[in-house]
T-cell receptor
Framework: DAGVIQSPRHEVTEMGQEVTLRCKPI?????LFWYRQTMMRGLELLIY????????DSGMPEDRFSAKMPNASFSTLKIQPSEPRDSAVYFC?????????????FGPGTRLTVL | DAKTTQPPSMDCAEGRAANLPCNHS???????VYWYRQIHSQGPQYIIH???NNETNEMASLIITEDRKSSTLILPHATLRDTAVYYC?????????????FGPGTRLSVLP
């Protein structure tokens, strides 16, 4: 298995532009998570999906952020318009959804820089 | 949910055992202890988890005290590649979302 795949790995954009981050979870995993990591705030959970349905988006910082999961093999995190304070590493993770076996598999991350 | 406290940093000599402590004094009876690590610029990686008993896998051992208020992750023969930030997390196994919280962790430096 290729693991969780994220694209792009690096993104540099200018303030005000739209940014779309992409994630392909591990096949068969029922849960998908989006995290953001900064030096100041550490690793924060933004939103997670179960069977393609958003379950908890209370970590999404504001309306400029949106996430979708149109099918079991693809999810996007969109920022529109982007701001310099959105600069961070964004991780996607998936989980098979078994109650006790709760290992999360993380992708390599997308490093976003907003100028 | 219970919170955890970990030392901010530790050093370990290559080839020696690395013992990383974690305090979780308010842990509930149905909460598990999980350990992840994050090597620079990579996504966090699962290491091990446990409820009451000590656990061992190919990566590490987890020792949980009898009162469950603290635990220790042991890397038996640390290598330079084990240099990373190690996170101790407590959570109910069936719960997801905001219950899965990464703290600042312990930055382990394995020295040659």
């Amino acid at each position: 298995d290729a693991g969780v795949i994220q694209s792009p790995r690096h993104e540099v954009t200018e303030m005000g532009q739209e940014v779309t981050l992409r994630c392909k979870p591990i096949s068969g995993h029922d849960y998908l998570f989006w995290y953001r990591q900064t030096m100041m705030r550490g690793l924060e959970l933004l939103i997670y999906f179960n069977n393609n349905v958003p379950i908890d988006d209370s970590g999404m910082p504001e309306d400029r952020f949106s996430a979708k999961m149109p099918n079991a093999s693809f999810s996007t995190l969109k920022i529109q318009p982007s701001e310099p304070r959105d600069s961070a590493v964004y991780f996607c993770a998936s989980n098979p959804g078994l109650a006790v076996y709760n290992e999360q598999f993380f992708g390599p991350g997308t490093r976003l820089t907003v100028l | 949910d219970a919170k955890t406290t970990q030392p901010p940093s530790m050093d370990c000599a290559e080839g020696r055992a690395a013992n990383l402590p974690c305090n979780h004094s308010t842990i509930s009876g149905n909460e598990y202890v999980y350990w992840y690590r994050q090597i620079h610029s990579q996504g966090p990686q699962y290491i091990i988890h446990g409820l009451k008993n000590n656990e061992t896998n190919e990566m590490a051992s987890l020792i949980i005290t009898e009162d469950r208020k603290s635990s220790t992750l042991i890397l038996p023969h640390a290598t330079l590649r084990d240099t990373a930030v190690y996170y101790c997390i407590v959570r109910v196994a069936e719960h997801y979302g905001q219950n899965f919280v990464f703290g600042p962790g312990t930055r382990l430096s394995v020295l040659p």
